[in-house]
């Protein structure tokens, strides 16, 4: 399996981005795909996670209400739109597979990770 994340960038406080996860080398009908992010200098968190099959999701609550988690199936591609983006929601983002149809959120259940995007707030 092979991740592939992009869509990283600069964007002001109060804006909007949405980062890419290409998916290869798997049939993922039978995954959950999730996105965690590591901020300068702290652990890497869990943002969201989505169950390929059916759709379920699961968010972290700092980002509840803000950013979306979803996939398109044609294209083996999982995304993270993210809206109102502040100063503290800088981070490199990842994303992350593993087989199975539990929304886990340790990284320790995960067991394939793309390269990570970054995702700068100027405020």
């Known amino acids: 399996v092979q991740l592939q994340a992009s869509g990283g960038g600069l964007v002001q406080a109060g804006g909007s981005l949405r980062v890419s996860c290409g998916a290869s080398?798997?049939?993922?009908?039978?995954?959950?795909m999730a996105w965690f992010r590591q901020a300068p200098g702290k652990e890497r968190e869990f943002v969201a996670a989505?169950?390929?099959?059916?759709?379920?999701?699961s968010y972290a609550d700092s980002v509840k209400g803000r950013f979306t988690i979803s996939r398109d199936n044609a294209k083996n591609t999982v995304y993270l739109q993210m809206n109102s983006l502040n100063p503290e929601d800088t981070a490199v983002y990842y994303c992350?597979?593993?087989?199975?149809?539990?929304?886990?959120?340790?990284?320790?259940?995960?067991?394939?990770w793309g390269q990570g995007t970054l995702v700068t707030v100027s405020s």
């Open positions: 992350a597979a593993r087989m199975g149809s539990m929304l886990y959120k340790s990284e320790s259940n995960y067991g394939y």
């Open positions: 080398g798997g049939t993922f009908s039978s995954y959950v």
């Open positions: 989505i169950r390929w099959s059916g759709g379920s999701t």
